[in-house]
Each structure stands twice: as C-alpha cells, then as structure tokens.
C-alpha cells in the first residue's frame, strides 16, 4: 500500500508558464511534507517543505499549498524554467518521528523553451 | 564543499555474489540512510542509524546488512544478491533528532546496482 502517491508520471510546460505538481497520501499522521528534485546522474535535493499545521509555503518562485481535506498537496512553479526540468519527488515524514522519509514515484517535469 | 559520496557510481555483480556498497559523508550528520529505488518506483527505506544506533524497517530482507564503522562511512551489504535486488541505492543524511520533524535529508548520487 502506498501512502504517497504522485499519480503523473509526466508534465510538460511552456517556459514562462505554471508548471503544478500533484501529490496524494493516504495517512493523517504525516507530519511534514516536502519536495525534493532530482537531475539525472545527481541525488534529489530538497526543494521546499510545508508543515502539516499550514495549508501554503512560499519560496521564491515555488509554492507548495496542502489540502488537509483532501490529503492533497500540490507544488507550483512560477514562472517555471528551463533549468527547472527534473524529476520531482514529494515526500512526507511521519508523526512518529522515527527519521524515515517516505516517497512518492515521483513526476517528470520538462520545460520547454 | 561539504557532501554526500556514494562509491562506485555502477556496480555489476553476479548472481548470489556478495557486494558492498559504500557511502562518506563530510557533512558530520548523525544520520544516514539506505534507500533502495526500482525503475519508475518511489525510494523505498531500507535502515538507517541514528549514531551507532541501527534501525531496520521491518519489511528489509534479510539479505541486505549494513554498517557504520564511524560517524562518516557507512557500507551496504548484499550477502546474495538476486535478480531482484538490481536497483538504484540512495544514501542519505541528516543532521539528527533535533532535525527529525522536519527531517531535511541530503542524498548522494547513488550507486546502480546490476544483478547477472
């Protein structure tokens, strides 16, 4: 059973544009989410991370906003960049507090210029 | 600069054949985790240690061991790998139980495991 799960394999956006990236989970005891992206031949590095107390976190051109209700939590990149072409992982830590991190499958994000 | 260095970067290795992979880190985090990634699938956590403390998730075969010899080196270990076990391995870290809520990880590039 997969508690995180990012059910789009793919995006594709036009440079300048909003590129937003989905995540469900199953699990209420979540408590912390985060982004991490990834390069090719590269280890993901972590992006951005919403406490499960707040619905929206805001760096720079990223935002991640969290749908309690829904178990939903979305990643937006505006305006998104070539640079920004990766594959995205969202993460979530659970309330136990045990250090262990689990991953969604993670969503392929190509923007062209 | 301060990082997380996993060796080699391709590993190939035979059928029921021990092999270890390696993993250093300059970062002085208490922390460090294995992770094991399949082909399109999410990174799946193996173990981790706290320190010297070694934490194995439950659903770890048997089949993979691990090792921290000091606060910067930690090694994976296959005993008999199978056809199955072909898969990116992640190492990880973190700074320590201070940090865990938050649980900010640091990766290495991996090492990819090929299984004849």
């Known amino acids: 059973d997969q508690q995180v799960k990012q059910n789009s394999p793919s995006l594709s956006v036009q440079e300048g544009r909003i590129s937003i990236l989905n995540c469900d989970y199953t699990?209420?005891?979540?408590?912390?989410f985060l982004w991490y992206k990834k390069y090719p031949a590269e280890g993901p590095t972590f992006l951005i991370s919403?406490?499960?107390?707040?619905d929206k976190n805001e760096d720079g051109r990223f935002t991640v906003f969290l749908n309690k209700s829904a178990k939903h939590l979305s990643l937006h990149i505006v305006p998104s960049q070539p640079g920004d072409s990766a594959v995205y992982f969202c993460?979530?830590?659970?309330?136990?507090?045990?250090?262990?991190?689990?991953f969604g499958q993670g969503t392929t994000l190509q923007v062209k210029p | 600069d301060a990082m997380v260095i996993q060796n080699p970067r391709y590993q190939v290795t035979q059928f029921g054949k021990p092999v270890t992979l390696s993993c250093s880190q300059t970062?002085?985090?208490?922390?460090m985790y294995w992770y094991q990634q399949k082909s399109s699938q999410a990174p799946k956590l193996l173990f981790h240690?706290?320190?010297?403390?070694?934490?194995n998730e439950a659903d770890t075969p048997d089949n993979f061991q691990s090792r921290r010899p000091n606060t910067s080196f930690c090694f994976l270990d296959i005993r008999s790998p199978g056809l199955g076990d072909a898969a990116m391995y992640l190492c990880a870290t973190s700074k320590g139980r201070d940090y865990l809520a938050k649980n900010i990880q640091y990766f290495g590039a991996g090492t990819r495991l090929s299984v004849l």
């Open positions: 970062l002085n985090h208490n922390v």
């Open positions: 993460a979530a830590t659970p309330r136990s507090n045990t250090g262990k991190l689990i």
């Open positions: 240690y706290y320190d010297k403390d070694f934490n």
């Open positions: 919403i406490s499960s107390i707040k």
């Open positions: 699990n209420s005891m979540f408590d912390y």
